[in-house]
């Protein structure tokens, strides 16, 4: 498979570290990996890989800057804050490259700047873009304040040169982190959102929505989740971290009722709105700690036949664990991005009687040195 060349990789953008190694192994790489860390437990089947592992990526996020007394927008170079510009990444939909380059010839036609977080002047701080398999595109442009002069001239010309762009949204970040997305927001033309199509159902995807990044693989990723699930039409479904309800509603059409937990208010509302868009009414949500929502739960005699979880990359912890483990579900479908935290919980698993029966890797993230991994795990009879 041939590499096509990135005008980045001798900047060191770090944005995909593999990218010298051929594509066959790299997925040798990571089976290693996860064979040497989750092999103890139950097979490890291969790397599913993709086909094409170029111009995957739905989401991309940009950081603004001042070079030369010109606006530029791109990456920042590894272990810097350096912005590389550029609007050409072999990672991103090519939507979203060119997205990037006409959100940029908008910005410097308003006369935007970018902001100077040392002298605490400028407008603009990054931009997320978000794209479906469809071509159509969400811009959020992060700003340190409210005020954002020219945002209608600025919303006509990027329609006007991408009419792919369905939505432009303000997000206000005025903190000081490391994060790029603050909490207030304001749409600036446009729905505020891009609905996109994934395993037949359609989702509302909002700029601070959690939505995997490689939809194709997604796909790949959710059928065998649903496989492993084993379900029959009659199971009661518990899908904890549920976010805007994807893994939840794929399980919805096969399964006797689902219920979705997830501690973002926000993201449940997606939810809930996503289950009403795909006529899905055996799907319920409860904005609730997922900790606590299954312990109160267990307590009230709720036994479900499947739970998935889908935590964060620092996985799941040892509270939630126990509390999935008083419901007693008879399969828990664990969906991990990060094979450490996947085998220390699986051997917290298997302390509170499941035993993982397999793994099945997904290469969602080709280039990079991540991995998403969902393990089996079922409950020892007489426990």
Known sequence: MNRPECPNTTKKC????LLALPYNEQLAQKQARLQALLGRFAPVEPVRGMA?????RNKAIATFAMQQGRLVCGLYAEGTHRVLPSADCLLQQQALNRTLQAVLEAARACRWTAYDEDRRAGMLRHVVLRGTREGRVLVTLVTPGPSLPGSRNFCAALRGSAPWVQSVVQNINPTATSAVLGNREKVLCGPGMVVDTLCGLRFAISSRSFYQVNPAQTEVLYAAAMELAGLTGRETVVDAYCGIGTIGLCAAPRAG???GVERNPAAVRDAAANARRNGLRQARFFCADATEWMRRAAGQGLRPDVVFL?????????ACIEAVARMAPTRV??????????ARDVALFTRQGYRAKRFVPVDLFPHTN???TIALLQRRAGR
Do not use: F
């Open 14 to 17: 770090g944005g995909c570290p």
């Open 52 to 56: 094409d592992p170029w111009h995957y």
């Open 257 to 259: 009722k689902v219920i």
């Open 310 to 318: 889908d935590p964060p990359r620092a996985g799941s912890t040892p």
């Open 333 to 342: 479908v664990y969906v991990s991005c990060d094979p450490e935290t996947l």
């Open 370 to 372: 991540h991995i998403e």
